[in-house]
């Protein structure tokens, strides 16, 4: 959290001096990564002993974005990084979803923290493949860049919202397991 | 301007339904879940107190053979055995010899009586050497009477694996099937066969006895255990099937999953 407030306001006040901030979400995007993969990684393990998936997936990311910064140097953005890291985690997800229904225990949804997050995790990278998908159409029309922050806007709230629950759903599991 | 602005805030929606649905179906599946755990559980419960009925009525079953056995047949011998010990008259050696020989063999057939009531009260313990051995002793109790011949088959191995709880639900259909066999339908010739298969195991008994109506059973004969041998079968998974005609015998097929 402390991670991402620091690049988020780093980016503002970059981006506001007209400074490219691109180098900022560059590096924080190591850390995004890093801690979105170890956490499927956590919750896919309450199902599977060994995940190669999770491991082959973060290889991949490693291995494309030091070709990126070889390619472009770290000031311009990883997009092709982000496109494929945003889509693997949809895919792990769905996945994480597909072991959750197929488990015969019993879990109380709502207040399941793991679902949760995982929602949060969704929603966000599912609208930012759209979102990136429409900024690569309406690129040429120069319109789309404000509404494009807009929607990134929204979607950090509904993840950071989600996850926020998560975490309070798990505090509660805790509290009721001491 | 203005519709480009519309058409982008549309397709985010529409790209983002696609989650939200997907997150409605999985809490969806999983009340479903919830609901199938449950039915599973009643299930269970339902299965035990039928296990701790099937094993209440057998034990009563057993009792009442007992109890029957003790007054009709050990009892008389006895009295018998008194009646003609008391009848010795010593001086009348030869005659006296003679009673006293005649008292010595009903009092060697009690302690055969005996003997066989003793196996009876083991036979609970009979399901635990397997369902075979169980039938067979049940088949050795009906046989003693001298009204039943009665035809045993065994087809296909025994698994090396028994289901104690399926082997007692079957043994306690076959004494259902044996008490009506010998309340209504004056059978002379009773057959039965146990057939154990890969997919299972099949019990099937045939008499020749009166017969009836299966579709059009009078009030007086639904108590007949039928309904209870169909919900025993159903329990563990198995069909329950039934043939009978006025006059011909009764065909009675149970297949049960096995083990």
């Known amino acids: ?178 | 301007m203005q519709r480009i602005d519309t058409l982008i805030i549309f397709l985010t929606l529409v790209f983002l339904i696609a989650p939200v649905f997907l997150l409605m179906y999985v809490n969806q599946y999983n009340k479903r879940k919830k609901r199938h755990i449950e039915e599973k559980q009643l299930m269970q419960l339902t299965f035990e107190s039928e296990l701790i009925k099937t094993q209440m009525e057998i034990r009563e079953q057993t009792m009442q053979t007992i109890g029957a056995d003790l007054h009709d047949n050990i009892g008389q011998l006895l009295s018998l055995t008194s009646l003609t010990l008391n009848s010795v008259k010593l001086e009348d050696a030869e005659k006296a010899q003679q009673k006293i020989d005649a008292a010595l063999d009903l009092t060697m057939r009690s302690i055969k009586e005996m003997r066989l009531l003793g196996k009876l009260l083991q036979g609970e313990q009979l399901i635990g050497l397997g369902l075979s051995e169980a039938i067979r002793h049940e088949i050795n109790w009906i046989e003693k009477s001298g009204q039943y011949a009665v035809n045993y088959d065994i087809e296909g191995e025994q698994p090396a694996q028994n289901n104690p709880d399926k082997d007692l639900i079957l043994f306690r259909i076959l004494q259902e099937v044996f008490n009506n066999i010998i309340k209504h339908s004056k059978a002379k010739e009773i057959s039965i066969k146990l057939a154990y298969s890969e997919l299972g195991v099949r019990l099937q008994v045939i008499d020749n006895g009166a017969g009836f109506d299966v579709t059009n059973l009078p009030d007086d004969q639904k108590g007949m255990g039928l309904l209870n041998i169909q919900k025993r079968a159903e329990i563990v998974g198995g069909r329950f099937f039934i043939q009978s005609q006025p006059g011909e015998g009764t065909c009675i097929d149970i297949f049960i999953p096995y083990p």
Not at chain 1, 111 to 130: D, I, N, Q
């Open chain 1, 1 to 178: 959290m402390l991670l991402t407030c620091i690049s988020e306001i780093t980016g503002r006040i970059l981006r506001l001096s007209n400074k490219k901030n691109d180098w900022v979400y560059n590096l924080f995007l190591i850390a995004e990564a890093g801690f979105t993969t170890a956490m499927y990684d956590y919750f896919i393990s309450k199902y599977l002993k060994k995940r190669p998936l999770i491991l082959v997936g973060g290889g991949l990311l490693i291995i494309l974005y030091v070709y990126e910064i070889i390619i472009h140097g770290i000031f311009i953005s990883n997009d092709l990084t982000i496109t494929i890291m945003s889509i693997m985690f949809i895919g792990y997800a769905l996945y994480y979803y597909l072991l959750l229904i197929k488990d015969d225990t019993y879990v109380k949804l709502v207040k399941y923290g793991p679902f949760w997050w995982v929602a949060g995790t969704l929603l966000f990278y599912y609208g930012s493949c759209a979102s990136d998908l429409y900024f690569t159409i309406f690129k040429n029309t120069n319109l789309f860049g404000h509404k494009r922050y807009l929607i990134y806007v929204w979607l950090n709230i509904i993840q950071y919202g989600l996850w926020s629950y998560s975490f309070i759903c798990r505090y509660k599991c805790r509290e009721l397991t001491l």
